[in-house]
């Protein structure tokens, strides 16, 4: 009777443990190092295990060092933190670029225009408020389309980014200092106006503080609140949603404001808490890092700690390979691909289980 | 005068870039598969043409210009297809995301190019700054009666590859029982299963296919556009993300690609040539292609006919539910 | 008569329910056999079978009296066996012809000569295609008409069509007819699932019966009559001691009035339809399948368009009346009118499944704590209320419920309808799926609801439960009211008649006492 049956099939599985799925992810990291093992000596010819030894020193080697792989991994968990709600929604957006470097631009602008006119504590407050502001609308557009006529959001989101992009050209050459340098250069260096200060000694502390917080706040907000509550219904099924009574078109705009508003706030910690330029590069592709690590933690803000860390300890540490072995920084981006690539792999076998066709049933 | 008409050649130069990699995108978003890998897949076609030609241009005593485009030809090939396998192995196969993967295939491919690019010249011990005389210029060769018309003096035979491409492609998608299939596959996988059309085939043919053709437009701009040497600038990268935003602005058909291309490239080069601008305004201008494509997806839904939206399944991975 | 096909002794379960057991069936060369049965009855998945959908668990197909294994749609083809789905399997960007030829692999590529053969397909049968026309600018009934010329054009010798009606007006149902004779006249063997009566009579030559997936018998439609196929199709009343009180100072709460929707597609789902329903009642609502049942509680729950010249009044306890039509389904919900629809997926209207119990319980509530956040309490104790009284098996109240049996969700969904405290619950399919102790569970549920005073429309698929149930039923058919009757005295066959034969215009016979 079986005769037609494949060899080995797929069914979907619904009840995996939550240990076998880590256990699964873990597995495929393995693999991962493994592969990147490979490549790093084919190309280098050294022992991997002397690499990883020296990538481990690239992060941590230092306290310095430390504090970037900190300040780094704070700054993707903070746009991972803002991407959550709008991928818990099912809305693709894929504009986080964009809304950084917009949020960036208005922390810049100001610096510059309002460096010497208030205290900083008050300037931190405006610029918080405006890089808020700014995110806020570049997220705000795409979700009107959609949610009025269901323009298709991935595409838009995307455009949007290289509008932000073009605009972030147009302030730099507008601002530029000096002269010919077609960069906006260090903004405040001699007074440090609106610079984040240095608290309990360290020049990060405030990054830390500030993402703890959203980190936490996106938490309590997905979990517990009302608006949280739509958020999780709208994404698992429109239709329950308008059975329950939401209107669906308010939960994708305000959800999309928010996922923006955050976005734009980590362009206020780049710019202000990071490197006090504005620049093209001030995103510098973690926009787009930071859904992988949104969707690979399943939007939940305490694996997105971890994932952000593993990605950041992998670019630092391959950094250290490219000055260490004269290579250039690009190495990063091959590791962290080949990890991803595995990572991604590997949900296939907490979605699904393969059965194979067992000898007897063939008859 | 001179400066229109070379305006209009900069904008084939930089519009065949995109038009390569549009086309890719169009073949693989037929099939239902959103790849956002292009921009690398890009990469990896570039730099692997780059590799291909200086591995042979230094290893031969004299390089034959037919050999330079061959094997240069075939590395761009080997390389795109890799992405396009890792691609399909990942979403078709094992059903992962299709939206990550693709901006992972792009971090992997931007990453591989630009390592690879930037210490080619160490890894082969130190020869200083790439450079692909001969290769290079085995591609922009013109074709003879063509490069007498003024307008296209200085255009090489590549521009005219890819536009016959397009032509042959839209014709195969239109037109032919196998681009019939595909497009069933992209549009209701379902119903194109039940009819006895293998869809994990064409989705892996058309995903493949597709990335060795976005590949041509990165060893076209290796070859025509910087001329035979590597940048580790995000120049491709950023041509990537047009040739996407192309796909939508020709309404997912090849023939529209072709205008919509060298459109792009004026938009993207009319400032050059517009007097008045600062370098900053400028850079407002380079904002024009992507408005544009905003508009033309806007317009798209507003209008919501069935043609323009794109292949309906497009994003979703297939899973016969076996009952 | 010669054969076409003959299936015998064909079995197939899907888990612990058996949807065919030891059916038998032939259908002759050149003749139309209708298949009769309701819901659930097993004759789509019999049909299924022989086009490939689905590998029975045991029994043989013979096709011109040889036997054959058919395990994909393809190779049903190649048996000259093709299926028309209620669900159309087209590409809607694709033009009719390019439809047609989609996945035909042993001709040459040419759209001129499939178009050439299509005319000639429609000219021979009397079908109005136009070969170059877009499906997704198709009515369904082209749509249709395009999937039975798409299996003739693979030469189907026998062609299956699953409810051809459903979906269709009189006037394009007649056209169907014609062809479906003058197909019958070129020699093919046309095989109709349906359960109504009057097309039954009209077009086929044959009936068989399935019933709860056994084989009831065939007969010569000329030996038969409507009242006897009934008979057959619904077997004999039995006595299901279900709880009914006498309704109790029944107490005026929604006046419908003239309602009319149109679906997404523009085909008018719902005429005219009036009716009064009470607290203290409750009112059951019979019909096929795909009536308007579905948009008729949709209409009243907020979440349908109704079209102009409707009205629904809502009587509230406090004495005030409200129309209904133009407000927001969460505002419906909040004057206390609640719709517990089980949709046939169970999952993606009620309930979301990804969340446990207890969060599923605040769906509808959420909003009424105050502050930013959800106030959990209340809902973890409902749920833990719920999960007691009405034996939901789970492992924990935060146990997803997509994780529940069918049985466990629909406790859940309709346990929190009658907790909100409702002045009218709808429950729709309650039972759907569900074993019987359950199902008495809930029918005892709904009874407490209608001594409590609650208004209580009942839409259901088994009429001895909405006879015994019930104290009124209204009788849908093709989207019209038929008739209002009183449940303690219609038979069950009155029912079935009424809801495949459209009578005259019936009152409501509560109207005229008060």
Known sequence: MNEHKPLVHIVKRTDIRWWKAWIIRLLSVAAALIVCAAVIYAIVKLNPLKVYGSMWNGAFGTKRRSWVTVRDTMMLLCIGIGLAPAFKMRFWNIGAEGQILIGGVATAACMIFLGKLMPTWLLLIVMFAASIAAGAIWGLIPALFKARWNTNETLFTLMMNYVAIQLTSFFVSLWEHPAGSNSVGIINQSGKEGWFPALLGNQYTLNVIIVTILTLGMFIYLRYSKHGYEITIVGESERTARYAGISVKRVIIRTMCLSGA?????????????????????????????????????FNAFVMILISLLLVFLEAGAGQIASDYNLNEYASKIIIGIILFF???????????LVFRRKESTR | MTQILSLIQSAII??????????????????????????????????????????YEQSAAAPVPVLCLLVSFAAAMLFSLAGGLIYSFITITLRANQNVTGLTLTIFGCGFANFFGGSLNKLAGGVGQISLPITSKAYRAVIPFLSNIPIIKNIGWLVYAGIILAFVLQRWMFKSRAGLNLRA????????????????KYKYFSTCAGAMISGLGGLFYIMDYIKGTWASDGGIEALGWLAVALVIFATWRPRSAIWGSYLFGLLSWMYYYIGGLTRSTSELFKTLPYVVTIAVLIFVSLRRKKENLGPSALGLSYFREER | MEYAVQMKNISKSFGSINANSNVNIDIYKG???????????????????????YYPDSGQIFVSGKEVSISSPKEAFNHHIGMIHQHFKLVDVFSAVENTVLGIEDEKFDLKAATKRIEDICGRYGFEVNP??????????????LEIVKALYRGADVLILDEPTAVLTPQETQRLFNVIRSMKADGKSIVIITHKLNEVMEISDRVAVLRKGHYIGEVETKDTDPQKLTDMMVGRAVSLNIRRTDPVNPVKRLEVNNLSVRNSEGVQVLKNISFTAYGGEILGIAGISGCGQKELLESIAGLQKAESGSSIKYYAPDGSVNEMIGLKPAEIMDMGVHLSFVPEDRLGMGLVGSMGMSDNMMLKSYRNSPGPFTDRSPSKKLAETVKEELEVMTPSINTPVRKLSGGNVQKVLVGREISAVPTVLMTAYAVRGLDINTSYTIYNLLAEQKEQGVAVIYVGEDLDVLIE???RIIVLCGGELNDVVDARTVSKEEIGYKMTYLTGRGSDPREDKQ
């Open chain 2, 14 to 55: 930089f519009g065949t870039v995109i038009m390569f990699g549009a086309l890719g995108e169009i073949l693989t978003e037929k099939s239902g598969n959103l790849n956002l890998g292009v921009p690398g897949i890009m990469s990896l076609g570039a730099i692997g043409s780059l590799m291909g030609a200086f591995w």
């Open chain 3, 31 to 53: 003749e139309i056999l209708a298949l009769l049965g309701e819901n659930g009855s097993g004759k789509t998945t019999l049909m299924n079978i022989l086009s490939g959908i």
């Open chain 3, 469 to 471: 149930l019930c104290d």
């Open chain 1, 343 to 353: 990572i991604l792999g590997s949900e296939f076998f907490i979605n699904y289980r």
């Open chain 1, 262 to 298: 955050i976005c734009g706030v980590s362009g206020f910690i780049a710019v202000s808490g990071a490197s006090h330029t504005i620049s093209t590069a001030t995103a510098g592709g973690r926009g787009f890092t930071a859904i992988i690590v949104a969707w690979l933690a399943k």
């Open chain 3, 132 to 145: 170059q026309q877009k499906v997704y600018d198709m009515s369904v009934s082209q749509k249709q008409t």
């Open chain 2, 185 to 200: 596959v992209g549009e209701n996988p379902a119903t194109a299963d039940a009819a006895g059309i293998n869809v994990i």
